[in-house]
């Protein structure tokens, strides 16, 4: 008699396939995807530079509510962990540049700050960690696809830093902040300061007296004007810009000049 016993083995759940690894064990389809998930997830968490202990948090991050049946719970994609970390982000930016800029006032960390954590600023991080196709979407077509993943690139973003934040506390989120924001920090894309208040300024250093703004012409409806406003500096040709009001105006013909002056530091935003 054969004393040793077979050893049986569940059979494979319908539409599976087992396959035969090198010890002769079955590795089903199911398997096989949950290795493959978790190689996922091991790819994802080596671009974002942290290891999740609870990793429901990090699919979560990166879920679209389109992704989700409709019986489940919105609160299963990333929209709650995206109002987490857009706040979780302002104040780590703001710990920042407090430290960072000792003799700034509020107003200009405000607008440095205001830069840093728009959507287009969050966009630019996660495209930088290749995490477009690391979003889950629902059935769309290729283009719809490709448009969405574009479009809630911020968003999820900053539901990565909420995931980050509820899974590792407040130091962990402040890590990757810091190695993802701190560069854009000292070299902000977008200039910073009132486009008047910097050609005032340059005006001063050379001796010049502060620029004279005068209204060149009014056009358009009385509820919906467009002022040409040129601004003059002895020595220097006018400057024009046009707006729907003489601030926005004159804001542009500064911008205008500093421009072909060759002067930094000013925008054009009304």
């Known amino acids: 008699m054969n004393d040793e016993t077979p050893v049986i083995q569940d059979p494979p759940t319908p539409g599976e396939s087992p396959q035969l690894d090198a010890g002769g064990e079955a590795v ?116 719809a696809s490709a448009r969405l993943r574009k479009s809630v690139l911020g968003d999820i973003c900053e539901a990565v830093i909420g995931a980050i934040f509820l899974d590792g506390g407040y130091s962990a989120a402040a890590q990757f902040v810091e190695r993802n924001w701190t560069e854009r920090m000292r070299k902000p894309r977008r200039p910073l300061r009132d486009p008047k208040t910097v050609l005032q300024e340059w005006a001063q250093s050379r001796g010049m007296p502060t620029p004279v703004y005068r209204e060149v012409e009014r056009t358009g409806p009385h509820h919906d004007p467009q002022f040409r406003v040129a601004v003059d500096l002895p020595g220097l040709a006018p400057a024009e810009g046009v707006g729907g009001s003489k601030r926005a105006a004159e804001k542009i013909a500064a911008s205008v000049m500093i421009e072909r002056e060759g002067v930094g530091g000013g925008s054009n935003d009304s």
Do not use: W
């Open 28 to 143: 089903t389809k199911k398997k096989r995807g949950k290795v493959s998930a978790k190689a996922a997830a091991a790819a994802i968490e080596a671009r974002i530079g942290h290891k999740f202990g609870d990793l429901n948090l990090l699919t979560t991050a990166f879920t679209h509510v389109s992704a989700l049946k409709p019986a489940r719970n919105r609160a299963e994609s990333y929209q709650r962990l995206e109002f987490l970390g857009d706040h979780v982000l302002g104040l780590i930016v703001s710990d920042m540049l407090y430290r960072a800029f000792p003799n700034a006032d509020e107003g200009e960390l405000s607008k440095r700050l205001a830069d840093l954590v728009r959507k287009e600023s969050c966009a630019d991080v996660a495209k930088s960690l290749g995490l477009v196709d690391d979003i889950k979407l629902g059935q769309v077509g290729a283009s």
